[in-house]
């Protein structure tokens, strides 16, 4: 039993580890030039830490019995990195078998989650509770109905999805963290951080947009 403690303490000290070390390097990546080598390797290892991030939440929550919650939280971070990292791989809304598959597990994940609901209690806020999951649901929708979304179409929109989702990915770890580390200041230490990353999407794909634009006139004046 004692083993069985001090493996649980170390799981949460790599979990809480690779969550801080994810933020830091989160922030660089949204930081320096879009698209240059240190943000495609900044965004590598934030993918990379998120993995572990991910692996340690569901060690805790399936092995060690923790707040079944951090599964839905869990679950979302790592979903919007995986797939905002597909979008800007792939570049295009064919499907794939891998997509689908990583979609319906989550799909599922969060569906264990909510069949749970009210033997787990409210632990964490409500409004938390319902806007994580409502969010999930939205994306998983999304995801699966952009394929019927016209190829000419999406070839116009999936910089706006890899921003949204990668964005929405980090914000929601540094609410899981804000919201473990403040917990006094619930649910405001969890919502803020959300919002905040909502309105940093939207100004990205705003400078992003302008910019098409800018090239847009730039190259018929040009032609």
């Known amino acids: 039993m004692e083993s069985f403690t001090v493996i649980h303490k170390i799981n949460i000290a790599v979990h809480v580890a690779a969550g801080s070390l994810a933020l830091i390097v989160g922030l660089v990546a949204l930081i320096v030039n879009k698209g240059k080598k240190l943000h495609r390797l900044t965004g590598r290892l934030f993918l990379m830490l998120m993995s ?9 929550v399936f092995v060690f019995g923790r707040n079944t919650f951090l599964l839905v939280i869990t679950v979302l971070s790592g979903y919007l990195a995986f797939s905002g990292y597909r979008v800007i791989k792939a570049k295009s809304n064919v499907p794939k078998v891998i997509d ?18 009210k033997s787990i209690g409210m632990i964490w806020s409500p409004v938390i509770i319902y ?22 179409t999406y070839a116009n929109l999936w910089i706006y999805e890899h921003i949204l ?8 770890l540094l609410s ?44 018929k004046r040009i032609g």
């Open 165 to 172: 989702k990668m964005v929405s990915a980090f914000s929601g």
């Open 176 to 219: 899981a963290f804000s919201g473990t580390v403040f917990p006094q200041y619930q649910p405001y230490s969890q919502f803020i951080p959300s919002i905040l990353g909502t309105l940093t999407a939207i100004c990205f794909m705003i400078h992003v947009s302008n910019r098409k634009k800018y090239v847009d006139v730039k190259l």
């Open 52 to 60: 572990v991030v991910i692996l340690t939440g569901l060690i805790g």
């Open 100 to 117: 689908i598959g990583i979609c319906l597990l989550s799909l599922i994940s969060v569906s264990y989650f909510l069949y749970y609901f």
């Open 131 to 152: 806007s994580t999951v409502g969010y999930l649901f939205l994306m998983i929708v999304y995801d699966c109905g952009r394929y019927f979304i016209p190829a000419k």
